[in-house]
């Protein structure tokens, strides 16, 4: 009997998960509901060598227990059942924290509190022998390998936007063998993809039908974790495919809060911060395999240094875009890459700016976004000017203000409507030293890069991309 409304339920069940033939299949329910049933393509996936069988049963394990989340937020309820499964201590607190910080946005927009509704039930601990990605046994208590001992084959995720494509750049500047993945069926993605000249991995993701049913009904919604959900799909590839790592393209501004809600900071790209990577990578280690490395290739850069590094090279111009309304699962899509409508097309446009010739810049996006004063609210909230920044992937507010400020110093912008809004009655307000650029452009702060991919991280702009 199917459940009216998953937010009447008392506990929320991982009912099984499974893999045959290349596709997992992982099940969920709401109490004695209809189950829910996500099914996860892997193309062309080989037949599993038993000694690598282990590593591939961790793997779906985590990936079951993290895609929950997708259908968890129908109805928050008090209680996780996860059947004979358990996680053992150290990976119920890594869930815990998932399910709460990655929910934070959810839980904002639809006025709920998390704290202490999510504990994963624990069970005994991990199994005594690992498999490492090209199957090897490995005895789980060996100590685990320095970040990036050896740059193996890699799988570097692609976005669509100027990320992944900076990444991809670096990974084929230092001679890594890299294959371009992504997870769903976006044109816009595959063209990207293409355009890097790397072997391409499209894995299909395959939602519940029941989820979009309970939605229309009325269960809660918003946003995921999605990142999280992506890392564990791509683990599950690394190890049906042999790969050695994974190798994403969060910056260090990923980490920053979108604002604090009720004692709480909130950040929308919890799951693309330090804190999950650091987590996910742990538990990699832990109970799938000591050699399987998982990083972020962007770490200690900021936005700014990001959009700086990609503007080297003209090469992706025609096919790249961050707009979110082109990703949507459900509802209409903007009939070009860029909707100028949105916070991601606004802070993409203002970080390529103060790095990009004005035409170039012009050409790709079909307009100017500075010179339109009905767009005033959204740059303000992009500089935390009178409003904190939105929910989406954009940079910090210092970044937008020093990139609205060095264009400010510029003839060909500082005409443009919000430009010289900007100067008008932003600037007066700031404190000048805090709006220096090039602070911002340095690479900082803690990352698992490997050693031998440092160097190119950090090299600037002028040798990063050709």
């Not at 998932?98 to 639809?110: I, K, P, R, S, V």
């Not at 299909?204 to 919604?221: D, T």
């Not at 602070?439 to 900082?444: F, I, R, V």
């Amino acid at each position: 009997m199917t459940a009216a409304d998953p937010r009447t339920a008392r506990a929320f069940r991982f009912v099984r998960r499974g893999y045959a033939d290349g596709v997992a299949e992982l099940a969920y329910a709401f109490d004695d509901g209809d189950e829910l049933v996500e099914r996860i393509v892997f193309p062309d996936a080989p037949a599993i060598d038993p000694a690598r069988a282990q590593a591939l049963d961790a793997a779906l394990d985590l990936l079951h227990f993290i895609a929950g989340v997708s259908y968890y937020k129908a109805g928050v309820p008090g209680e996780l059942r996860v059947g004979a499964r358990k996680p053992d201590v150290a990976t119920a607190a890594f869930l815990d924290a998932l399910y709460l910080h990655g929910l934070g946005e959810f839980a904002y927009h639809n006025k709920l509190d998390l704290r202490g509704r999510i504990r994963f039930p624990v069970g005994a601990a991990s199994a005594a022998t690992l498999s490492d990605a090209s199957g090897r046994s490995i005895a789980a208590e060996a100590a685990p390998t320095e970040a990036g001992h050896v740059v193996g084959r890699t799988l570097v995720p692609i976005g669509g936007g100027k990320d992944s494509l900076v990444s991809v750049e670096i990974l084929k500047a230092a001679g890594v063998d890299a294959t371009a993945t992504w997870v769903g069926n976006s044109p816009l993605i595959a063209a990207c993809a293409a355009r890097t000249g790397l072997p391409l991995l499209n894995i299909r993701r395959e939602l519940s039908p029941l989820l979009f049913e309970y939605n229309r009904q009325g269960a809660y919604n918003g946003h995921i974790p999605v990142t999280a959900i992506n890392s564990a799909i791509l683990a599950v590839a690394a190890v049906l495919y042999g790969y050695d790592a994974i190798a994403f393209s969060n910056e260090r501004s990923a980490s920053s809060a979108t604002l604090e809600y009720d004692g709480q900071p909130v950040n929308h790209q919890w799951s693309k911060g330090w804190e999950f990577e650091r987590a996910f990578h742990e538990r990699l280690h832990a109970l799938v395999s000591p050699t399987l490395d998982y990083y972020s290739l962007l770490r200690p850069l900021s936005e700014l240094a990001v959009a700086e590094r990609f503007a080297r090279s003209a090469r992706y111009d025609d096919v790249f875009s961050s707009c979110n309304r082109n990703f949507r699962i459900l509802g209409p899509k903007p009939a070009d890459r860029w909707c100028g409508q949105c916070p991601k097309c606004h802070f993409v446009f203002l970080a390529l700016a103060p790095f990009m010739p004005k035409p170039r810049l012009l050409a790709i996006f079909g307009r100017n976004l500075l010179d339109d004063e009905s767009l005033a609210p959204a740059f303000d909230a992009l500089m935390e000017f009178r409003d904190h920044k939105p929910f989406e992937c954009v940079g910090e507010g210092g970044e937008s203000r020093a990139a609205m400020h060095a264009l400010a110093q510029r003839a060909e912008w500082r005409e443009d409507a919000l430009v010289a809004r900007f100067v008008d009655e932003v600037l007066p307000q700031l404190d000048a030293a805090s709006l220096a650029l090039a602070p911002l452009l340095a690479p900082a702060g803690e990352s698992r890069i490997p050693p031998a991919l440092l160097a190119h991280v950090q090299r600037r702009p002028t040798d990063a991309l050709r």
